[in-house]
């Protein structure tokens, strides 16, 4: 856990006809003058209003805001497509984005975050941290690789997963296309760079010891350096896991990929070769939490 499109913020929100009204945010200021005689703008002075009327029109106001605030909050009924985008016009629920409450988990697993709560916030927290550690630059390294997945899959599918990512990663084709060498470091001079990015998740479904968790992320992947010909760049995926809990902790046991959603990118001048190296070693990655 981005991280713009919900309405009701606009300058008209609450605007009124009153050209004097504050609520729309023109805060002029009228002088008060004798009755009969002009305000200044052509118009006659108006009546005085009395107390009560002046009660009544602040309460009115404050009922107002107070609605436009509440149904800015996303209280209302969302469609939930599970694409992990969100269904067309659908608005995320405050929960979303705010804070739960719950502390962020202490634990690890070797390097990886553990002991995620038994509940949606802790699906969702797992997920996120296990994006990050499956497109980390470890799992170009068989050992860390290899602890990686026990850590992340379900004990039940860890010994499969892990043949069919060591035949991916050992492949002296697919190291060699990514610009690395056959034990898959980057080559002299140059700076690996594999690191993923959540900027939101989704609970698609969830039943008590079972979860489907869609995860949006960016990853930045290529060679940093002078002389790359593998320089790095951005890509967006959406990864949505299968998640099982097992002896106390939330376990990948399936996942899916897809492109996108991906952002328009900014009219942006490449950095430097030397800036970007000094940025991956300089920033570290997040755990995340909510």
């Known amino acids: 856990m981005s991280h713009g499109d919900e309405s009701g913020y606009g300058d008209d929100a609450v605007r009124t006809d009153d050209p004097y009204s504050t609520i729309g945010g023109t805060r002029q200021t009228r002088t008060r003058l004798p009755d009969g005689e002009s305000d200044g703008y052509g118009a006659s002075r108006r009546p005085a209003h009395k107390p009560r009327s002046l009660v009544t029109v602040v309460g009115v106001v404050v009922l107002l805001l107070a609605a436009i605030a509440f149904a800015n909050m996303g209280g209302g009924d969302q469609n939930d497509n599970g694409d992990g985008a969100g269904g067309a016009g659908s608005k995320p629920d405050s929960s979303s984005t705010a804070a739960t409450g719950t502390k962020p988990v202490t634990g690890k697993n070797g390097t990886i975050p553990s002991g995620f709560a038994h509940d949606e916030q802790g699906a969702q927290s797992a997920a996120a941290n296990y ?88 990853a930045l992947f290529g060679l940093a350096g002078e002389g790359s010909k593998n320089p790095v760049s951005e890509s967006w995926f959406t990864n949505t896991f299968t998640l099982t809990w097992v002896d106390g902790d939330w376990k990948v046991t399936d996942f899916t990929q897809k492109d996108g959603p991906t952002p328009v990118g900014r009219d942006q001048a490449a950095s430097p070769a030397e800036e970007m190296v000094d940025a991956v070693e300089q920033f570290g990655g997040f755990t995340y939490a909510r």
């Open 131 to 218: 994006v990050v550690a499956l497109g980390s630059t470890d799992m170009f390294d068989k050992d860390r690789r290899r602890a990686i997945v026990t850590a992340v899959y379900s004990p039940e599918v860890a010994a499969a997963r892990e043949g069919d990512l060591d035949k991916v990663y050992a492949g002296q084709d697919f190291l060699a296309g990514i610009g690395l060498k056959p034990d898959g470091t980057a080559p002299a001079g140059l700076t690996f760079v594999s690191r993923s990015n959540p900027a939101g998740t989704k609970v698609v479904k969830f039943d008590g010891n079972t979860a489907s968790i869609a995860v949006w992320y960016s």
